[in-house]
């Protein structure tokens, strides 16, 4: 039962970015279709990803997962591919920082995972819902 509570609090930290955005810049009044702003997507993803590793999903004494990835895939595609990048930067610097060296191994299949959200990514703003599904 504790691991599900994890994960619906992984979920919310999830869910908490898309709102916040909704709220704050689409919800505005705007003549035309509103502009991305990535800076505020960075912001948002930057913030969740610091609090959903604040907060993983322990499986065991010395494993937990976190959805992090998530927050990282969505930060490339809406956010562009520098702010993504500063973004995996910052959680490789989190995680040395909360967990340590030794938690850093799964990086680099982080890294490689983020290969197609990258080459999408230019293209998402102009992809139909149905497409983006």
Same mark, same amino acid.
């Given at each position: 039962?504790?691991?599900?509570?994890?994960?619906?609090?992984?979920?919310?930290? /999830?869910?908490?970015? *898309?709102?916040?955005?909704?709220? &704050?810049?689409? #919800?505005?009044?705007?003549?035309?279709? =509103?502009?991305?702003? +990535?800076?505020? *997507? @960075?912001?948002?993803?930057?913030?969740?990803? &610091? /609090?959903?590793?604040?907060? =993983?999903?322990?499986?065991?004494?010395?494993?937990?997962?976190?959805?992090?990835?998530?927050?990282?895939?969505?930060?490339?595609?809406? @956010?562009?591919?520098?702010?993504?990048?500063? /973004? /995996?930067?910052?959680?490789?610097?989190?995680?040395?920082?909360?967990? @340590?060296?030794? #938690?850093?191994?799964?990086?680099?299949?982080?890294?490689?995972?983020?290969?197609? =959200?990258?080459? *999408? #990514?230019?293209?998402? *703003?102009?992809? #139909?819902? +149905?497409?983006? &599904?």
């Amino acid at each position: 039962m504790l691991q599900l509570k994890d994960l619906l609090i992984q979920f919310a930290i /999830i869910i908490i970015p *898309v709102f916040l955005y909704e709220m &704050f810049w689409l #919800s505005r009044y705007h003549n035309t279709s =509103p502009k991305q702003n +990535r800076i505020l *997507v @960075g912001f948002l993803t930057f913030f969740n990803i &610091f /609090i959903c590793l604040l907060y =993983p999903i322990h499986i065991s004494e010395n494993m937990a997962i976190t959805f992090s990835i998530l927050l990282i895939y969505s930060s490339i595609l809406y @956010g562009g591919r520098l702010i993504g990048t500063i /973004i /995996i930067l910052t959680k490789a610097v989190f995680v040395y920082l909360l967990y @340590g060296l030794a #938690s850093l191994k799964s990086f680099p299949f982080e890294v490689i995972s983020c290969i197609l =959200p990258f080459i *999408v #990514s230019p293209h998402w *703003v102009s992809f #139909s819902k +149905r497409k983006k &599904f």
